[in-house]
């Protein structure tokens, strides 16, 4: 063809922008044939019309076409023959076999003849004089017309410039099928090719030849894999109006992609290409992206690697270069006092570690059983080791990690480092951990084992406020540490690792746990033979606060502190880290309800108690919890706490029962068989002498809560079952386990865990602290509070922490409204307890009562006696009972006479709540809905009177201000003017010989 589309000699592409600055022809503006297929940019439409055969082509070309068609044809290349004359193609040495050529059209590059001479039929069929050919199985006939002229019916499309003369047109060649696909393509682009190379005839003599080469063989001869005649080559139609048709659409060789408007280009995301992506080429893809991502992943292990070395050595490097380790002297300049004060800030007491301070100078003066077990159990491998211990570390991350554990990590040097205040105030646990392992490793290289060992014994806490094992063998066994025996030792050695928890006098069952493990770990080291561990028992310990008395507090103050550094320690603050900080102790103490609480439990036992009366008093705000006054029993300095002692506190347990029967929607209203004797659930019960309901098969609430009428609640534990009185109390702030020396013990349940009806009596122990929080509950509207001493303590540097910050909660987990609910129709039933004892409030106070007394075994004897009571502002109990050499006894006055709760313990009660209600604002329970039946139902008329039924209202519920109330039928003294009997009175002569107001749990059930 003659225009410069297939330019080879000039090394450009037919749409390569032209080097002597001729416009680029436009893409055609008419739509192409149906197929959507589109031809290759066309010289512009309204140019110079075609030019004759011989003339130039476009303007600037030389007459006759392109360089070297007006005059000879180059010779031909080195080694190859010339044209032969006549017209005869020439015969090249090895050329294709008729079968192997495809017939395939190839391009013209216009290598004309000499003048005069008529062309040959190589320059002819390149000149597209032939017939064009196809891959059909015969050649097709030429179209109608002659060549160089359109099909019949097919005209160029609008724009386009005619085609030359003397060029026939090319053909659409369909694609072959299978291996045959795309010979004749390869074979024209060999034929180009060598035209170009050669730059005359011969070259395209050689073309021609592989061009029909190729039209053979896809006529049907057999193909030959990989050959360059077999490669796919598209065809162009000049008269086709799109471009899809370019052979070179999707050739980039030419930087087709970065012509701007280009919309033959046939690629993904742009229109034109119609032609099937190659699955080979996404998996290629997909392989290279997953090749760089391994790639990545490799480098960054790479780098993790070199990292997780190179940082913890420059770390170990720098710490071991520049921390300074602390030192025992350091370590025991730490101890600060501790300051507790009341809730004004006034001084109530000073702890000082002062018993603490003295150390050992020679390891000689411990004890070797001593350091055997404190090694054995805290670091066996301590004399080996170079400070830390691999596999301790290893446990200790796991455990840091999956919160599955705690300690196990740290070695004796370890443990001395982590005494530094600097180690344990700010830094991270991993960092602290870091500063452990480092430091540790310096001092072992620094100072010998023995040094070692011996400022760990000088600095560590044992419990009790012991630092050092001087203060440790003196508190827990009076002894100097050389005086140690192994026992002894494995007790002490097990204490490290916890202070509290493994006290014998806290936990016996915990504390014999870890004895027996320091032993064992003893044998297993070679430090005890395990003849002489088999006949090891854990030895007694002295008293908790026997070895160090503080003459300068009061009975009272001391027990205050001890309680208050106990509830530190539950709460993680122990007294090693109180006076490592020099922490300031704020309690919630209330220094003048102290006081009235100390001189109401002490006036009343003058001349009429004797000195084994213990006496406690617990006084507990409803709205906070806070402990306002407490009193432990009085006694010498270092006394037991009574405040905490368990004790069965009888009658004024009874509310619980109501409470039961309110949670599962039975009223206050409902009238049960109080009559005595009865058979309940198979056992016998009795109502104390002289006490007994009006009606006694047909007795209210309100009349047996403040009469006190066994069998009435007795009924209600077998109608509601004792579990749900226990459930009750529980809802309301008794914990469900207490903990002691001889390990836990749940709480409302004997041994085997059952609970039987003697617990609506009140025959199971609690606190009195709980108690009074309990009906601290109830008078709260239902919302409960854990009972504290500790408001907020300050440590010397930093802001005050609070303690306590546990959430507000409600009987049963019920809403606010409906936990107000239960606590107001419980606390309606005891409105007349304390008016009907005579134990009433100043100034017609409401408050909500009852009194308890706890049978003396089988007895006619007391064992306890209890008040307890609350206004909307303040819960107190108050219990007593009688002790001598740690044993209970009878509970009785100076003249040997058995006394009740509504006496002393009431007398008690009340002094303190007039005293501390005194100034305040008269607040009165708030009301809610009742729950079933709430008013008495009076009952009929006797069935012989003819009167009609009253219609009068029911007895009163609510107490009146004014109301002053004649002693019942239950407190009348019987003739002879004896004075015995009621609530004040010893109990007088009957057939049952039992005092009244008692709960007589030992008579049924055990």
């Not at 690697?305 to 602390?326: D, K, R, S």
Request: a negative charge.
């Amino acid at each position: 063809m003659n225009d410069e589309r297939d330019d080879h000699a000039k090394g450009r592409h037919s749409r390569h922008p032209n080097p002597d600055g001729r416009p680029t022809p436009p893409p055609p503006q008419n739509p192409g044939p149906p197929g959507g297929q589109a031809g290759p940019p066309q010289r512009p439409a309204g140019g110079p019309p075609p030019p004759p055969p011989g003339g130039p082509a476009w303007p600037g070309e030389q007459p006759g076409g392109r360089p070297g068609a007006g005059g000879q044809p180059p010779p031909p290349p080195p080694g190859r023959p010339g044209g032969q004359p006549g017209g005869q193609q020439p015969q090249w040495p090895g050329a294709e076999a008729p079968e192997e050529t495809t017939g395939a059209w190839t391009p013209s590059f216009d290598d004309d003849s000499a003048p005069g001479s008529s062309p040959s039929p190589l320059t002819s069929k390149l000149n597209g004089e032939d017939d064009a050919t196809s891959y059909s199985p015969s050649p097709p006939p030429p179209p109608p017309g002659g060549p160089g002229q359109p099909p019949a019916g097919q005209q160029p499309p609008a724009g386009r410039p005619a085609p030359p003369p003397g060029e026939a047109p090319t053909q659409n060649l369909p694609q072959t099928p299978g291996a045959d696909r795309g010979a004749a393509g390869a074979a024209g682009a060999a034929g180009a090719a060598g035209a170009a190379g050669a730059g005359g005839a011969a070259a395209g003599a050689a073309g021609a030849a592989a061009g029909a080469g190729a039209a053979s063989g896809g006529a049907g001869a057999t193909r030959e894999p990989n050959l360059l005649t077999h490669s796919d080559q598209a065809t162009y139609n000049y008269y086709a109006d799109d471009f899809d048709d370019d052979p070179y659409g999707d050739d980039d060789r030419f930087g087709d992609h970065q012509s701007g408007g280009a919309a033959d280009v046939g690629s993904a995301g742009f229109p034109g290409r119609d032609d099937d992506e190659d699955p080979d080429d996404d998996m290629s893809a997909a392989q290279a992206k997953r090749a760089v991502l391994w790639r990545r992943i490799r480098r960054a292990c790479y780098v993790g690697a070199a990292a997780a070395v190179i940082i913890p050595t420059l770390v170990f490097i720098y710490g071991y270069l520049f921390w300074e380790a602390p030192d025992e002297q350091k370590l025991l300049n730490m101890k600060q006092p501790i300051t507790i004060t009341y809730a004004d800030d006034s001084p109530l007491a000073t702890v000082s570690s002062d018993g603490s301070r003295e150390v050992v100078r020679d390891l000689n003066q411990v004890s070797k059983p001593l350091r055997d077990a404190t090694i054995s159990a805290e670091d066996a491998s301590f004399y080996t080791n170079p400070g830390f211990d691999f596999q301790g570390i290893a446990r200790s991350v796991f455990f840091m990690f999956t919160g599955s554990g705690v300690g196990g990590g740290s070695t004796i040097t370890q443990q001395f480092i982590k005494l530094d205040l600097e180690l344990n105030k700010s830094d991270p646990d991993y960092v602290r951990k870091i500063k452990e392992i480092v430091l540790a490793f310096k001092i072992t290289n620094e100072r010998e084992k023995d040094d070692i060992l011996l400022s760990y014994l000088n600095t560590a806490y044992y419990g009790r406020g012991a630092n050092g094992i001087t203060a440790a063998a003196n508190a827990y066994f009076g002894k100097k540490p050389s005086e140690i025996t192994p026992a002894e030792a494995s007790v002490l050695a097990g204490m490290v690792q916890r202070p509290k928890g493994n006290d014998p006098r806290e936990d016996m069952e915990q504390a014999t746990s870890r004895f027996d493990y320091v032993l064992d770990q003893m044998v297993k080291n070679g430090f005890l033979p395990a003849a002489e561990r088999e006949g090891l028992q854990l030895p007694e310990t002295r008293g908790q606060s026997d070895w160090r008395i503080d003459r300068r507090l009061t009975p009272d103050q001391f027990k205050i502190k001890d309680q208050v550094l106990r509830e530190l320690e539950e709460a993680g603050y122990d007294e090693d880290t109180l006076a490592r900080e020099g922490f300031k102790i704020k309690t919630t103490i209330d220094p003048k309800a102290q006081k009235a609480a100390v001189e109401a439990a002490t006036t009343q036992a003058e001349n009429t108690l004797p000195d084994n009366i213990k006496t406690s008093l617990v006084a507990v705000e409803p709205k906070s919890g806070e402990v306002k006054a407490y009193y432990g029993g009085g006694g010498d300095v270092g006394g037991y706490d009574w405040a905490v002692a368990p004790t069965e506190p009888g009658s004024s347990f009874k509310p619980f029962a109501v409470l039961a029967g309110l949670h599962k929607g039975i009223g206050i209203g409902e009238f049960y068989d109080g009559s005595s004797p009865q058979t309940i659930a198979g056992t016998e019960f009795a109502n104390a002498p002289n006490v007994a309901c009006d009606v006694p098969n047909h007795c209210g609430v309100r009349e047996a809560m403040t009469k006190s009428v066994n069998t009435v609640f007795v009924n209600m534990a077998s109608r509601f079952g004792p579990p749900a009185i226990a459930e009750a109390a529980h809802a309301a702030g008794v914990p469900t386990e207490y903990k002691s020396g001889k390990g836990s013990t749940k709480t409302l349940q004997n041994a085997d865990g059952q609970t039987q009806s003697g617990v609506a009596l009140g025959m199971y122990p609690v606190k009195p602290i709980d108690m009074a929080n309990a009906y601290a509950t109830l008078a709260n509207q239902g919302k409960s509070h854990t009972p504290h001493l500790v408001r907020e303590i300050t440590p010397r540097e930093g802001p005050a922490i609070k303690i306590h910050n546990e959430p507000v909660k409600t009987l049963y987990d019920e809403s606010e409204s409906e936990a107000a609910k239960l606590a107001y129709n419980t606390i309606a039933s005891m409105f007349d307890v304390a008016d009907h004892a005579k134990r009433g409030l100043e100034g017609g106070r409401p408050v909500m009562s009852k009194t308890g007394t706890h049978q003396y075994l089988d007895t006619k004897d007391n064992s306890t006696a209890w008040m307890i009571g609350a206004t909307p502002q303040l819960s107190t109990s108050v219990s007593m009972l009688a002790s001598e050499n740690g044993r209970n006894i009878p509970l009785q006055d100076n003249s040997g006479t058995s006394f009740y709760g509504g006496k002393y313990p009431a007398m008690v009660w009340q002094q303190f709540m007039n005293s501390y209600h005194k100034g305040l604002k008269v607040e009165q329970f708030k009301k809610t809905d009742t729950i079933g039946q709430f008013q008495d139902i009076p009952l009929p008329p006797p069935p012989t009177s003819s009167e009609p039924p009253s219609s009068s209202a029911p007895p009163p519920t609510m107490p009146s201000d004014s109301q002053d109330q004649e002693p019942t039928t239950s407190r009348e003294k019987p003739g002879d003017g004896q004075d015995c009997g009621g609530f004040f009175e010893p109990p007088c002569e009957s057939e049952t010989s039992s005092p009244g107001d008692v709960a007589p749990t030992r008579r049924f059930g055990e």
